[in-house]
């Protein structure tokens, strides 16, 4: 459990900015992670205050505050009926609706954990992370950089007609994933992420004509990635399960387009 | 740090340290259906209402609980004992531990669905964790409990 002196609900993100800068402090989301870590720190900087619990939606993107809750990302209709079912499927397995109820998209994504089911999703759309002093920058490159104290303030999904689908391969229905795959695409692209290989997500993109089948072009995607080994699953294991999914998920895009 | 809030109907004041939980907070105001099974927010056993939704109390700070309502089992007798006779019904408890997170979660969804099929009330579920029942029991109890409404207009 995480131990703390003093928790501050910061009123501006100006405010909470100034008090991340210090190396004894720690920005406090949903909680649900820091709860499971064995730190002291001085101050927990609450962002719960902001007003960032929202998903707004305009023509352009789905606006979503870094504190909305996974659960809300679930059931969010606009998100449900703009990409059908990827955000049910992606944060279905997560532990529970309780849990869900707590941990937020803003904890998910800045986390940046390998096995995170939310990055893996979010990856393979056309993302952006919006920090309070970095700026709008694409949530490919957010998942290259260091880990700084800037603060997520929003992420932004555009609506650029990608249609996308997801999938998981757990040991137990609530556990971590074992594999988590993600494909969008567009008339000619396929955007393909896949996290928990055991690292964190990657991406790759690849033109529909670059292999004569579904099957070639799902070994393609897979080849791309690195894989280890850790006590979920071997390397190889992740591998063949992510040739195997894509090539699903490939599918049934494929079928949706009829 | 001082909050105020209010705790199955009735409005607290209460000393809290900052990093103090919600779970540790209930206790010590003699909640004690509100259990901590795991600690690691996966067994749901210390599921509370806070603002209707279901939270895990063991990974929710007390200090954000200020102006809100929390309500746990004990605020809930009638509808616990309501449910509690449906699981009953079905031998669907053995140690009972469990059933106080269960019953709070129920209720959450009770609220929350407009359907209730098997699937959805399953994953609606799967963060409440039972060592003994093997699920099946508590499922039927569920079921029955959900549907008890059309029941009665049957009869
Ligand atoms: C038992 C368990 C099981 C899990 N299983 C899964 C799973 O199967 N799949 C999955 O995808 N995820 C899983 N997770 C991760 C979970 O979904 C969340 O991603 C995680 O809890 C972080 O979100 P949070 O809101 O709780 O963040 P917190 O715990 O509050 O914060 C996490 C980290 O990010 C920092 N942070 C948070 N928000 C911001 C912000 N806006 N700006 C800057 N820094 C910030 C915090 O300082 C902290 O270092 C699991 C977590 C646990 C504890
Ligand atoms: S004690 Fe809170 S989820 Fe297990
Ligand atoms: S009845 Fe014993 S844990 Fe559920």
Same mark, same amino acid.
């Given at each position: =459990? ?21 190396? *004894? ?5 949903? =909680? =649900? ?14 962002? *719960? ?43 279905? *397995? ?13 904890? &998910?994504?800045?986390? /940046? ?48 007609? /990608? ?48 292999? *004569? ?20 699953? &071997? ?24 | ?18 990093? @103090? ?26 599921? #509370?209402? #806070? ?12 200090? !954000? ?5 929390? #309500?746990?089992?004990?605020? #809930? ?32 969804? @009770? ?7 098997? @699937? ?10 039972? !060592? ?7 499922? !039927? ?15």
């Amino acid at each position: =459990m995480i131990k703390f002196k003093n928790y501050v609900k910061a009123e501006s993100l100006e405010e909470a900015y100034n008090l991340n800068q210090k190396k *004894s402090s720690v920005i406090g989301a949903g =909680m =649900m992670w820091l709860k499971v870590q064995s730190r002291i720190k001085m101050t927990l900087v609450d962002l *719960s205050g902001l007003g960032l619990d929202g998903i707004e939606e305009t023509d352009e993107e789905f606006v979503i505050g870094a504190m909305c809750t996974l659960r809300q990302l679930e059931i969010h209709e606009g998100l449900n009926e703009y990409f059908p079912g990827l955000f049910k499927e992606c944060t279905r *397995s997560i532990v529970g609706v309780q849990f869900r109820n707590g941990a937020t998209a803003g904890g &998910s994504i800045f986390g /940046r954990f390998g096995f995170s089911d939310i990055l893996t999703c979010m990856l393979a759309l056309d993302t952006y992370v919006e920090l309070y002093k970095g700026g709008i920058i694409p949530l490919e490159e957010f998942c290259r950089q260091k880990f700084n104290r800037d603060i997520l303030v929003r992420i932004r999904i555009k609506k650029d007609g /990608r249609r996308a689908l997801y999938a998981s391969s757990r040991m137990t229905k609530t556990d971590f994933p074992l594999i988590a795959c993600c494909v969008s695409a567009t008339d000619e692209t396929y955007y393909v992420s896949v996290g928990a290989r055991p690292g964190k997500a990657e991406l790759t993109v690849i033109k529909r004509k670059e292999a *004569s089948g579904l099957k070639e072009l799902a070994e393609l995607a897979a080849d791309h990635f690195h894989y280890g080994t850790n006590q979920r699953g &071997s390397g190889e294991y992740r591998k063949h399960l992510t040739e195997v999914y894509v090539k699903r998920l490939f599918m049934a895009l494929e079928r949706e387009e009829g | 740090m001082q909050i105020e809030f209010t705790l199955n109907g009735r409005l607290i004041y209460e000393e809290t340290s900052d990093d @103090e939980t919600l779970f540790h907070l209930l206790r010590r105001k003699g909640c004690y259906s509100v259990k901590c099974g795991c600690e690691t927010e996966n067994c749901g056993l210390c599921t #509370v209402l #806070v603002n209707g939704v279901s939270r895990l109390s063991c990974s929710y700070l007390a200090a !954000r609980a200020d102006d809100c309502d929390v #309500v746990t089992l004990e605020g #809930v007798q009638k509808e616990a004992e309501e449910f509690g006779s449906f699981l009953a019904a079905e031998g669907a408890e053995q140690c009972g531990f469990c059933s106080p997170g269960l019953i709070m979660n129920v209720l959450a969804m @009770e609220k929350e669905l407009d359907s209730y099929e098997k @699937e959805k009330v399953k994953e609606y579920l799967a963060g409440n964790l039972c !060592r003994c029942s093997g699920y099946m029991g508590q499922l !039927r109890a569920v079921e029955k409990y959900l549907s008890r409404g059309e029941n009665r207009n049957e009869c």
